[in-house]
């Protein structure tokens, strides 16, 4: 079945993408989901959108901004969105939840007016939106070879810290830990990993990457540890799994990953139904 | 009945854009003070879900509206995100993303099944202010009518499960029947919102205006009437601007609407600047 990605060139680009986009978004996800950022994830995949946008209608009306790849624009807009919900939530003592859907509609209203502007709904924005197989070339396997290389490479130094500051951010700052820096290099990982994921499932599809499988690893696991191990292992799963049905049943790539990861929550939680498994007590130690 | 039928396109886009400006803030402001204004994404999300689908069928029933199949699926999501939040004791808030996230990767699935145009799906997704139909006005009018009667007989209980639900329940309202009948109301809301603005700029109108609102007001009354003031100034400020600059009418929209948020914010910073230099003065 899988043997047909390695008979094109773009399709076993596109596959080995697939395969470090199941390893990082869900590594990403767990820490995302653990610090309650989970709304986040889908805020900074929507300004990513902004973004694309906005390279979009740039590169229209000055051919030089075409030479750079719309992912950068969009990673960059993330970064920059999750900065202005930090200002929102000073803004609104009372009711810091508004900052989230605040920018996030506003992100893809202003992007909507991009695209107009570039004359932009086409095929081209279809792909951005919901991922397409085919748009992985040789250049981009390689940037994403070496991003996924730094930001596991970053993961891996800063796991304490970052570990500290899921559960416990109050004795994190009191410890010395940098929480202010840590947090800005943790958005701009997610950032990366939305701009990497996007180019296969879609923007709108990358957030379900990063909080599915977490969310059915968390009935699962019963240490942090296995709360990754899981969540990778339903990730890949769900890529590999959904690549291929894409491709024999021409449905979108993306679509096809979210609905097996749909199935293994749901495989998971009537499993807990049958057994009568509570919430693992773990998850609750912040 | 006549009237309906007898608007050109254009005036049936601003008759739709009037009455949702109007009812969006209302339903903007009950989830404000409920904490959960970001359910609105989460269910917009998934009545693209219920649209997608509702377009399959209209492969083999052409005399379907997909409009009614994205109203079922988004008030099942609004139940679902219930149910979750029962499952995930400690984790709450997943609940909207788990439902966001599966909405759009079903929807994407099948309207990748469905065959259809790019342009369609555009619609839904972005809105299209000349894309409403006489029937498409005629549910947003009747479902907006629904909402505010609703809305009208059940203020009170509404305002008391809003701020106090302890209290509500302790005083004989039935707090999970007024509570369904919310989700009711956001689900219809959003459904008949999205023709116009577009499912994925359904919750701007939502959450912008009453953003807006909340900078100013002093009371819970004065939260619905400044919301519905924006709301409206950002629905005919953003079809004028589409109309002119041809863009997308859901973005021109919701522009609008941030450009009022940050207005807002300006004259409220004014406002505190001022208070401050009149403290001194009373001082001195």
């Known amino acids: ?286 | 009945m006549d009237i309906i039928l007898n608007l050109s396109f254009l005036e049936r886009g601003i008759a739709a854009g009037l009455l949702i400006g109007f009812i969006s803030p209302v339903i903007g402001a009950f989830l404000l003070v409920r904490r959960m204004t970001i359910i609105s994404e989460g269910l917009s999300h998934v009545t693209l879900t219920g649209i997608t689908a509702g377009v399959l069928v209209t492969q083999v029933a052409p005399w379907f509206n997909p409009l009614y199949a994205g109203f079922l699926f988004s008030l099942g999501g609004s139940l679902l995100i219930e149910k979750l939040r029962q499952v995930y004791r400690h984790f709450e808030e997943l609940a909207i993303p788990i439902i966001l996230s599966g909405g759009v990767g079903v929807s994407a699935l099948l309207i990748s099944l469905a065959d259809t145009g790019y342009t369609e799906w555009y619609a839904y997704l972005f809105g299209s202010i000349i894309t409403v139909t006489t029937a498409d006005l005629g549910f947003i009018f009747l479902t907006g009518a629904a909402a505010l009667i609703v809305i009208l007989l059940f203020y009170k209980e509404l305002v008391s499960i809003s701020f106090d639900p302890e209290f509500a329940s302790s005083s004989g309202i039935g707090v999970k029947k007024i509570n369904f009948l919310f989700s009711v109301l956001t689900a219809l809301v959003i459904s008949m919102s999205m023709k116009v603005v577009g499912i994925l700029l359904v919750g701007a109108l939502i959450a912008l205006p009453t953003a807006a609102a909340i900078l100013f007001a002093k009371s819970f009354r004065q939260v619905l009437i400044l919301g519905i003031l924006f709301g409206e100034a950002a629905v005919v400020g953003g079809i004028t601007a589409s109309y002119y600059l041809n863009i997308a009418t859901g973005g021109a929209i919701v522009v609008m609407g941030v450009l009022l948020l940050a207005a807002a914010f300006f004259v409220k910073k004014l406002q505190n600047l001022w208070n401050r230099s009149e403290r001194k003065e009373h001082a001195a």
């Open chain 1, 1 to 286: 079945m899988i043997d047909v990605f390695f008979q094109y060139d773009f399709l076993r680009y596109s596959f080995y993408t697939s395969l470090m986009i199941g390893i990082l978004a869900p590594l990403v996800g767990v820490f995302i989901v653990v610090r309650r950022l989970a709304l986040l994830a889908d805020t900074l995949s929507h300004i990513t959108l902004t973004g694309i946008a906005f390279s979009m209608m740039m590169a229209r009306y000055y051919p030089a901004f075409a030479a750079i790849n719309p992912v950068y624009t969009g990673m960059g807009f993330a970064v920059a969105g999750s900065l202005m919900i930090e200002q929102l939530r000073k803004s609104y003592a009372y009711y810091k939840e508004l900052a989230i859907p605040v920018i996030l509609s506003a992100g893809i209203g202003i992007g909507v007016v991009f695209i107009s502007l570039a004359d932009g709904f086409t095929t081209d924005l279809f792909n951005y939106l919901f991922g397409s197989v085919a748009a992985v070339s040789r250049n981009d396997f390689t940037a994403v070879a070496v991003l996924t290389a730094v930001v596991s490479l970053l993961l891996l130094l800063f796991y304490k810290e970052l570990f500290f500051l899921s559960f416990d951010e109050e004795q994190a700052v009191l410890s010395g830990i940098p929480a202010r820096a840590l947090h800005l290099m943790f958005i701009v990982i997610t950032a990366v990993v939305i701009g990497i994921s996007m180019q296969i499932v879609g923007i709108l599809l990358v957030s379900a990457l990063m909080t599915l499988p977490v969310a059915a690893a968390m009935r699962i696991a019963a240490s942090f540890k296995q709360l990754f191990l899981f969540a990778v292992l339903f990730g890949e799963l769900s890529v590999i799994a959904g690549m291929t049905a894409a491709f024999y049943a021409d449905a979108a790539p993306g679509g096809m990953i979210v609905v097996i990861n749909l199935l293994i929550l749901g495989a998971v939680l009537s499993a807990d139904r049958f057994l009568k498994r509570k919430e693992k007590p773990v998850w609750t130690s912040s």
